[in-house]
């Protein structure tokens, strides 16, 4: 199935800000509010972050729509594990990834998931490090997340119960199928 990310959909990556944008991408992000009981699937956005930038094998992105932050994603290089992958290094970790509430089911989820797949590769060309694709876990009882990647083409892995909130499934997305 060919996947692309909606032309709708912006990444922005922190990392590539001058301080003072950094600044203002910060306050958008501190904004962004979750639907009750969502916490427990992606924690607080500022903390998720300034985690991004902390540390190098991060790649925090805000997600934007006609200008306006509405979301939030991370990818990490060697640290696919933590989604119940079977190794650290041949694929990019998708985490923290929310859509504000204000925005949710619009599809933005499937666009900014999209939108992930693409940097990863980018980001995988550009360092040429070998990653194959983008895996990440999503909690089971989150069914309009299972959806949005699903639609975003990510393909279910296994289940995974290594996780701290409970039974996971395993997504992934070969470089190969966004072509």
Known sequence: METRPAPWVWLIPLRDLDRDARAIQFGAVAAMSLLPGQER??????R????????????PYVVEV?????GL??????????????????AWLLRGFLIDCR?????????????????????TARHSTGESGVVLSVNEENP???????RAGFVDAGRYLGGSSGPQR??????????
């Not at 395993?170 to 072509?179: E, L, N, V």
């Open 41 to 46: 699937f992606v924690g607080d956005p500022l």
């Open 48 to 59: 998720m972050a300034l985690a991004g930038l902390a540390e190098e094998s991060r790649h």
């Open 66 to 70: 006609k200008g306006e932050p509405v």
């Open 73 to 90: 994603l991370t990818l990490q290089r060697g640290a696919a594990c933590l989604a119940g992958w079977p190794d650290e290094h041949s």
């Open 103 to 123: 925005h949710q089911g619009s599809g933005l989820g499937t666009g900014a998931a999209a939108a992930a797949v693409e940097a990863a590769r980018r980001l």
């Open 144 to 150: 309009a997340a299972l959806a949005a990647y699903r």
């Open 170 to 179: 395993t997504m992934f997305h070969s470089f190969a199928a966004a072509r």
